[in-house]
């Protein structure tokens, strides 16, 4: 059974640009959530989808968005991006996000230039 | 809010010693769950052990168990034989059990080295 893939594994982009981040869970997970992880802040949670919606948000700015669609794939979109945006971001699947384990893909390492 | 701390950003063992971390949590909740993750080089986050608050009997996966102390939010995870391949970051994690959609509150980490 394959696992959690994230694509692109690394990424460069400048200030002001936008970068969009994909996410295909384990077959089967509805649930997709999006972490954020710097050396900073740790690991910050951003949101999570279920069956296309948007169950829950962490607390980041509206540049940060995402959606999942019909397949559960999720992308997650950033905005006019920042300095402080480069960060390791990590996605996560499961069953139904609660109860179930969470599996994690390897991450984008986004660097913003 | 829930916070989750560990106080040793590093650590060092040697193999086939015992290591123990620690993991302290604030949370008013009553119902919730605990974690420990391990993160390799590789950056995949993968799960150790989990522990169900309201389970009084305390976690154990092979070489993992952890000692969980509801009354003093207290979670640390003993790694026993350790091996060099259990190098890693170690996060705590804690998540409600209220039902829909949760997310994880994770520590800053440690970062274990295992030495030959």
């Known amino acids: 059974k394959a696992g959690v893939t994230q694509t692109p594994r690394y990424l460069i982009k400048t200030r002001g640009q936008q970068v969009t981040l994909s996410c295909s869970p384990i077959?089967?997970?509805?649930?997709v959530s999006w972490y954020q992880q710097t050396p900073g802040q740790g690991l910050q949670f951003l949101f999570e989808?279920?069956?296309?919606?948007?169950?829950n948000k962490g607390n980041f700015p509206g540049r940060f968005s995402g959606r999942q669609f019909s397949n559960s794939r999720s992308e997650m979109n950033v905005s006019t991006l920042e300095l402080g945006d480069s960060a390791l971001y990590l996605c996560?699947?499961?069953?139904?996000?609660?109860?179930?384990?969470?599996?994690f893909g390897s991450g984008t390492q986004l660097s913003v230039l | 809010a829930q916070t989750v701390t560990q106080s040793q950003p590093e650590m060092s063992v040697q193999e086939a010693e015992t290591v123990t971390l620690s993991c302290t949590y604030d949370t008013s909740e009553n119902n919730y769950y605990l974690f420990w993750y391990k993160q390799p080089p590789s950056r995949q986050m993968i799960l150790v052990i989990r522990q169900e608050a309201y389970k009084q009997q305390n976690a154990t996966e092979n070489r993992f168990s952890v000692n969980f102390q509801k009354a003093a939010k207290s979670f640390s995870l003993k790694i026993s034989d350790s091996q060099l391949g259990d190098t890693a970051m170690y996060f705590c994690a804690f998540m409600r059990a209220q039902g829909g959609s949760e997310k994880l509150v994770f520590g800053k980490g440690t970062k274990l080295t295992v030495n030959p």
């Open positions: 996560a699947s499961s069953l139904d996000g609660m109860v179930e384990k969470l599996f």
């Open positions: 077959s089967g997970h509805r649930s």
């Open positions: 989808y279920f069956s296309e919606t948007q169950r």
